[in-house]
Structures are given as C-alpha cells and as structure tokens.
C-alpha cells in the first residue's frame, strides 16, 4: 500500500510544544479577563489546527509528562536538574490545554514513571507496525532515533511553534550526516546541556559524526577506543562510562503499557457544548471560530476514513440596525422615546479640516440614527439639546469628540463611560487602542472596516458615526463587568470627569512668541556650529558628531579611550556612557561633544514648539490620559513635558509661553514634594510625618537624622545625598546606584542606606512589602484603588523579574500621584465654572498647573487652585501647593 492510501497517526508532545509556545508568545500579551495566562494554550492549540488542517491524521494523540520524575531520574538524580523551576504562569495552563484537547475529543495521553517521549516512541512503534503513516510532533531532539521510512518528524523552528521542519532519513541524513538511529550515539558521546547529560570532553558534534561513520554505532566506537589517538581519545577512554549512561538514559522506551489501542486514537467529532464552553473561559474567539470551521470542513472523512462529523456554525455576530435620518418633531420624539431609560451611545465623526463635527451617530440596543451635522441647520435642534442634556452617553476615544463638539459651538453633559479608558484600566500595560480592539477582545466580533489600501473605500464596507455609537454601546458593559469594584469607582470618579476637562485645555491652547522662539532656535544653531568646530580641532579633522560608528572610532581608536558598555554595533556612545567616561577620563573633545548634543537636543526642542504653534497664536497640545500603565499624562504634538526646567535654556524656552491678549498674567501652581508625601502617606513612616506636618524642610530634617547632627548643621553636600536617596529608594535604587549618581563610594553608599533604614525603618518595611504583596495579588494599588498588573514579578527570567521589583516599588506612589493631579484638575476647573470666572486652565505638566488670569480675578482664582488643589486627597501629611504669578511661563515660577 503506498503513503498517500495508509492511514495517518498524528502524535504530539504535548510539554514539549506547550513550553515552546509559552516562550514564543508573551506571557502578559495573553490572559482572560480573570488573570488567567492563556499564552501557551493559544500558541499550541493554533499550532494544533494549523496541523489538523495541513495533514488530515485519522488517528491522533497528545502526550504529556505526568512530572519531572521519572524510572530516568532513578538512575541519575541530576538528570534535568538544571532546568529552573517551571515558570508559575505555565504550570496553570496545563490543566486547561488538556481540557481543551479533551473537549475537542483529542485523546490525551500521561503515564507515571515515563516522559512523554517515551509515550510517543511507544506509539510509533505500534502505528508503524500496524500500518500507519506516523508524524510525530516534538521539540525533544531525542525523538530523532524514531524517525525511519514510515516515521516522520516534525520539529519546531527557533522561533517557536508556527514553523516545523520535517525530518524524514533524507533530512536527518541531510542535517546531521548521520543516520536517525545513530542520533542518540552522538548524543550520547556529545552529551545534551538541557537534560544535564555531560558529554565526553572535548568531543563535539564533528567528532562524534566522524566515529560513527568509521565505527557505525557507540558499541563500535568504544571496542575501537584504543585506536583514537590524542587528547580526545584518552579523554574517550577515561570517561566512556558518562557516553554509557547518556545512551541508556536517551534510549526511548517503545512498549510502554498504554490503555489505549492505536484503533481508540481515531478521529471523533468534537463536543461542541464543551468547546465553546472552555474556549469561552479561555477567551479565544478566534480559535474557536477556527476549531468550528475545521470540523465543520471535515465532512467527507479523510483518505478513506472517517473524520470528525461537521458541527453547527458559530451563531453570527449581530448585524448594527441600519440608521435612519429624522429631522424636528420626528427627532425629538426619538430623542424622548428612545434615551429616556437607558444610556444612549454616541459616535461623532470630524472634519479633518477644521476639526469641527461632520456627522453624528446616536445608537440604542436596536436602532440608530444618522445626522449629517451642519451649524446653520435648525432642524437638529433636538439632538443639540438631548447633547447638551445630562442623558447619560457612552462613548470611545470622547475626548476628541468633544474638542469638535466644543470647536462646532455646541454645549455637551451626560459622558458617563469612555469605553477605550474603561478598556485600558483594564489592561494598562498592553490596552486596546481602538474600538477595533475593544470589540474584538469583550465580543468576539468584527467592525465593517474598509481594505485599508483602498484610498477610496468601497461603498458600505466602513463602519461610520452611528456602527460606532452601537458598537460602543454594547461594548462599555462588558468591559465594566470584568472591572473590579475598586477600578469602576476610579473610572467613575476621576478618569471620566477628567475627559472633558482635559478637552477643554486642548482647545484653548497656550499662547507662544514666535519671534522668541525664532531667535532662541538661531542661537542655538550658532551654538552648536562653534561647538563642532571646536571639537573638530580637537582630534584635527571634521566628523559626523550625531553618528556613533564615527564617535567609536575617534574615542576609542583615534583617542585610545577606555571602552565603554559594549552594543550590538560597538561600544556606547549613549548620554550616560559619555559622561561617565569624561568624569573618568575628561578630554576636550568630550566636554565638547557633550555641550554639542545639548545644544542640539535643546534646538529640536524649540524647532518642534515653533512648528506646532497656530493660527490662532497657540499651542494645543494633545493629553495622554491613556498612555503610561501608572496613570501619568503623557503631552504630545508637541511634547511639553521635556522642556528642561532648572537650566537658563529651558528658562529661556518658557519665556516665550506668555498670556492672551485678553488676560493678565499666567498662574503656575504646583505640588511640593508630592512623591515623597505619598510615601510618607503610605509607610506611615513618624519621621517623615512629623517632618511635613511640622512644616520643617525634608531634605534638611532627614539629614539631620541621618548624619546625627542638629538640622543648622547639615550642610549642602549632606542635603543633596539624602534627598538624591529619598528619591531614588521609591525606585529600586540601589547601593551601586546611588555611588554612581553621588559620585561617591560604594562603601558609603551602603552605609548611608543603613543610616538612613536605621532612622526611617517604615520606609524600608513598606517598600518590602510593597513587592511581596504585589507578588501575591499579580498587580500594585494606588491610594485610589488604580491597579497595574506585574505577571513578570514570578517570571523565572531575572532580568525581567528584577524589572518587574524596581516598577512594581514606585507604581502605588506615581500612580497616587497621578490620580491627585487628576483629581486636582477637574476640582479646580469646577471651582473656576462655580465662581462663574473667565480665568481658565491652559496646561497640566507632571505636578504643575498653568493658568491664564482673567483681570480682576488673581486672588479668587489662587484662592480655589489652594483649595482644590490642597483638598485633592485626605492623606496624613498636608499637600502643600506653591502658587507663583507672571507675564510668561517663566516668570510665573515659584
């Protein structure tokens, strides 16, 4: 009978696959709603389908391993042993890809005192035997020895489990220029790193390969031990009892006692019930669209035997009602009938143009309605009033809706679910950036988009204003039903109020001078050009000071400098790696490169300003409320959160943020210390909250404890060493760190962190806890219940995991941070409407806020910054805010 009429036996390594698929995916890019890590169950199981699909078997198995003992650890206790402990968010995933198989009436296969292998080996055997074309499916390089005529391997790439190479003789041959059965030979004389199986020393893969072709197999080798000459030959002799064990330890057992017959292994209909069961627990929609339509091809068996029976299809996602267009009293009765018990959702599209409303979609559970929204018409009068009406409204991504609202002259009220913010305090490390996502990750489901290469799209193939309205309707209430308690009072309370708030200040901007900018931008070119050419004098020729290939070779050739961290392209030619070298080694050149890249970097800073300034005279920079995984705003288009702020450039830079012709002045007002509060919040610490509550000066109040000196004593020096370690120990800031950052010592680095632990022991106990807590729950809490997940804190990789400990330490304090600010905000900015001011808020950067002062109202308007801004939490220390006033940006500092 030949191949394509034999039967196929597909049999896989279930361990094997799964551990592939585990590192081949990230870990944290998988999980349910609950936390569960779902990244080797997908990998493999679309590795399995993609299998199913391409080979047809009529008979398959998986195989596990029961554990990690085995009748092989007996005789060798240090078999595997160097492997690391089974990374925590795998060992819970076994169980489920199991579950998973079994729905799909894949029969799974473990036997106690064997491995998987073994298993698999076993039934090669009997498949071959009995006529089976056998594939056998594994990352174990010992499952070589099976392949023969009528055994063919298929063995994952290294890049994870998408890609198998199969391995028939030919390709074995091919590979190794060995043939299969002599694979466990080389194995055995090479030795395997990753079952903790020594070879021969000094024997590698050539040498191995070269034996075996003149003395064909191990036995044959070690009778012939006496004629191999030289180093390797003694060290054959001496130590050809390791070869001995690694071939009876390697040798996979063939007539393990199974209870099942390769006739059981046959291909069955799936459960369908169970499936979408454990593939909805798991969330995998897409796979288990897969797995349906698999089985549902699979209808007229394979190669002659039958295959598993077709199932019902997947019921079809609900289609978006068709909207309407209604004018008047037609409108308004809609508006009264349709939104009066429930929350209506609401999608508008802009004008790229102008960035005012160019259509409008509002959608309950069943029905929609188009407006093509233009300011002179009248007959939309009922939706502007249901839109400026407290009607609740769900919504994703508002914030740019209501820039358009504001710029189209229209009032708005009533946001009470952002779904993309819901979505991403769900998930802020890795958030669903679009209503694309969010329906895909809580529905299961598609939104209509057209093919994007289209620059016309095709008629119906988009969604618009109103799909989006629905879509977001149906989508809020499933991200807030897996939300904790905790985060839906966070969205409620502060990231929602925060939406409009934060739209308000993109539409007003900050006024800029141009011409301060301009001038500032030549000088700085003129700087950086004189700075070139001095260094260019330096080492006598002109190079490229932006090209680190270049810099390279002038330090380290042409100027013999000590080699700096190594790269992938050299050695560093970073900021960091730069400054350390001139502290150790100063040169001209290097002092000049480095005032070159800050005059440089400063330019591109003041160039980007300058760009980004309007029509109108203003910035409107855009607010991140939904970028960083701690909660902070991130400014962008332009970026106004890297000005430098204790330089006379960067005061040069915030000259040129000056007040509208309207108003007065500007107003900055900020938090004092506010990091270091929260942390005298959270520790509880009596030290640090007498120090705040007393009014003392921290800094100097924590030296003094420190250095056992009276607090007239502390000098600066000790000043700068206690505040450069209050700050840094909220980040994992190390002994070796803090030697670096001082320039001091590690010797008294060290001491001075004892020192400091001795008086402050508080600090110390929460920062401990902080991790071993976050360990525990797999994510860190704020003051306001904000969570960030950290699944790497288990991670077995110790890099990330030592990552993971450094974010997880300061994420409670940046996060509370984060949500008082926010908090602030939209305090103040009610307190401004309540007093019925003209003044207003203009920008948010970090712990500061920048107002534009309406004539008449400096004191009111300071006397609700304190207030608010001051009342914005109850902690156990006072939150001290610093008020300054002033024609610019500059000016107003404090």
Not at 192 to 203: A, C, H, Q, W, Y
Not at 591 to 610: M, S
Not at 858 to 875: K, Q
């Amino acid at each position: 009978m030949s191949d394509p009429q034999k039967p196929t036996l597909l049999v896989v390594d279930g361990h094997s696959l799964a551990f592939r698929a585990f590192y081949a995916l990230p870990v944290d890019s998988f999980s349910t709603r609950d936390g569960q890590h779902t990244n080797a169950i997908h990998g493999f199981l679309s590795m399995l389908l993609l299998l199913l699909q391409n080979e047809r078997p009529t008979h398959l198995a998986v195989a596990f391993d029961v554990s990690r003992f085995s009748f092989r650890t007996r005789e060798y206790e240090d078999y595997k042993a160097t492997r690391g402990e089974t990374p925590p968010e795998f060992k819970g995933q076994v169980p489920l890809l199991q579950e998973a198989l079994r729905a799909m009436n894949i029969t799974v296969l473990e036997k106690e005192d064997f491995e998987a292998d073994d298993i698999l080996a076993t039934l090669a055997a009997r498949g071959e035997a009995e006529g089976y074309r056998v594939l056998v499916v594994s990352g174990d390089r010992d499952t070589i020895q099976l392949v023969n005529d009528e055994v063919t391997l298929l063995y994952p790439n290294a890049q994870g489990v998408s890609q198998l190479k199969r391995y028939d003789p030919a390709a074995v041959v091919e590979r190794y220029g060995i043939r299969p059965e002599q694979y466990p030979d080389v194995a055995a004389l090479v030795g395997e790193t990753s079952d903790n199986l020594p070879g021969i020393s000094k024997v590698g893969e050539k040498t191995a390969v070269k034996w075996l072709g003149l003395y064909g197999d191990l036995e044959g080798i070690l009778a012939h031990a006496d004629e191999i000459k030289g180093v390797v030959g003694q060290n054959l002799r001496d130590q050809k009892e390791l070869a001995i064990r690694n071939r009876r330890l390697n040798r996979l057992v063939r007539d393990v006692e199974l209870d099942v017959r390769i006739a059981d292994l046959e291909a069955k209909p799936i459960d369908d019930d169970a499936v979408r069961t454990i593939f909805g627990r798991l969330e995998f929609r897409t796979l288990l669209d897969r797995v349906l339509k698999l089985a549902g091809e699979a209808n007229g068996g394979a190669n002659g035997v039958d295959a598993p029976k077709p199932v019902a299809e997947s019921a079809p996602a609900p289609a978006a009602p068709t909207p309407r267009t209604l004018l008047d009293e037609e409108l308004a009765a809609w508006f009264e009938r349709a939104t009066a018990a429930e929350p209506a959702g609401l999608g508008l599209s802009v004008d790229v143009v102008d960035g005012r409303v160019a259509g409008v979609g509002v959608a309950t559970a069943t029905e929609s309605i188009r407006l093509d929204w233009r300011p002179e018409r009248r007959d939309y009068e009922p939706f502007e009033a249901w839109l400026a009406s407290p009607a609740p409204k769900i919504m994703v991504d508002a914030k740019l809706q209501l820039e358009a609202i504001a710029r189209s002259g229209l009032a708005f009220d009533g946001l009470v679910v952002d779904a993309l913010v819901a979505g991403w305090l769900m998930r802020p490390s890795l958030q669903e950036k679009t209503l694309h996502d969010l329906v895909h990750r809580y529905l299961g489901e598609t939104v209509p988009q057209s093919d994007p290469a289209l620059l016309v799209p095709e008629e119906g193939t988009d969604a618009g204003a109103p799909e989006y309205a629905w879509y977001a309707l149906r989508v809020a209430p499933e991200i807030l039903r897996v939300l904790p308690e905790p985060t839906r009072r966070l969205l409620a309370e502060i990231e929602m109020p925060l939406v409009p708030t934060l739209a308000a200040m993109e539409v007003r901007g900050v006024a800029v001078d141009h011409d301060r900018l301009t001038a500032l931008s030549a000088e700085l070119g003129d700087r950086a050009a004189t700075l070139a050419a001095a260094a260019y004098g330096e080492i006598g020729r002109e190079v490229n000071l932006g090209s680190p290939k270049q810099l390279q070779e002038v330090l380290f050739d042409q100027l013999g400098m000590p080699k700096t961290r190594a790269t992938k392209t050299g050695y560093s030619t970073d900021a960091s790696a730069l400054a350390d070298l001139q502290e150790s080694h100063p040169h001209p050149f290097l002092g000049l490169l480095l005032e070159h890249r800050d005059a440089t970097k400063l330019r591109q800073i003041v160039d980007a300003l300058d760009k980004s300034i309007g029509r109108d005279g203003r910035i409107h920079t855009t607010y991140g409320q939904i970028g960083a995984a701690t909660g902070r705003m991130s400014s962008n288009d332009p970026n106004l959160q890297n000005i430098p702020i204790r330089t006379e450039d960067g005061r040069r830079i915030r000259e040129a943020f000056r007040h509208g012709s309207e108003f007065t002045e500007l107003m900055t007002a900020d938090y004092s210390q506010i990091e270091m509060r929260i942390m005298a919040h959270l520790s509880g610490d009596p030290g640090l909250i007498e120090a705040f509550n007393e009014g003392e000066d921290l800094h100097r109040f924590v030296g003094a404890r420190v250095f056992s000196v009276a607090p007239e004593e502390v000098t600066p020096l000790m000043r700068t060493k206690v505040k450069a370690m209050s700050y840094g120990l909220a980040y994992g800031l190390s002994a070796f760190g803090l030697s670096k950052q001082l320039r001091i010592e590690r010797a008294e680095a060290t001491q001075l962190m004892t020192e400091y632990f001795a008086r402050f022991g508080a600090v110390r106990d929460y920062l401990r806890g902080v991790v071993a807590q976050a360990k525990l729950d797999g994510y860190t809490e704020t003051i306001f219940g904000r969570r960030r997940p950290f699944p790497d804190l288990n991670s077995p990789n110790r890099v990330l995991r030592e990552n993971a400990e450094r974010a997880a330490l300061n994420s409670p304090i940046q996060g509370s941070a984060a949500d008082i600010i926010k908090l602030a905000m939209q305090g103040v900015e009610r307190g401004i409407a309540e007093s019925g001011l003209r003044s207003r808020m203009l920008l948010q950067v970090h712990d500061e806020l920048v107002f534009e002062v309406a004539e008449g109202e400096s004191d009111e308007l300071e006397r609700i910054v304190r207030d608010r801004m001051g009342g914005a939490a109850d902690l156990l220390v006072p939150l001290d805010v610093q008020v300054g006033r002033g024609a610019s940006w500059d000016d107003a500092a404090h």
